[in-house]
Nanobody, 126 residues
């Protein structure tokens, strides 16, 4: 089992940047594929980005490609989401999640992730 705690959210103007962090504790962090998801008010939770266990492979949703970057530091048991050129439509609660599945096309699905953090609010003003 693994526990996840996100941090780094906040209020930022459009065009600004934030870096989210997700610290993991419990079972060995490096065995998990990690993902970031977000949920805006009245909308379903949606996939943002995922990273393989080693950190070599990453995948970003089209809506954030070129603006957001997922990375991980297995020595620090932490996964990051660097968010640049933020837009008002990026406003949401951002969640990190851990999956015991191997990295592949399925990692965009929320059902692949057994462990979730509590979320951190990101608000982008226009």
């Amino acid at each position: 089992q693994v526990q996840l705690v996100e941090s780094g959210g906040g209020l930022v103007q459009a065009g600004g940047s934030l870096r989210l962090s997700c610290a993991a504790s419990g079972r060995t962090f490096s065995v998990y594929t990690m993902g970031w998801f977000r949920q805006a008010p009245g909308k379903e939770r949606e996939f943002v980005a995922a990273i393989s266990r080693s950190g070599i492979s990453t995948y970003h949703a089209d809506s954030v490609k070129g603006r957001f970057t997922i990375s991980r530091d297995n020595a620090k048991n932490t996964v990051y989401l660097q968010m640049n050129s933020l837009k008002p439509e990026d406003t949401a609660i951002y969640y990190c999640a851990a999956s015991g599945s191997s990295y592949g096309p399925q990692i965009k699905r929320t059902t692949e992730y057994a462990y979730w953090g509590q979320g951190t609010q990101v608000t982008v003003s226009s």
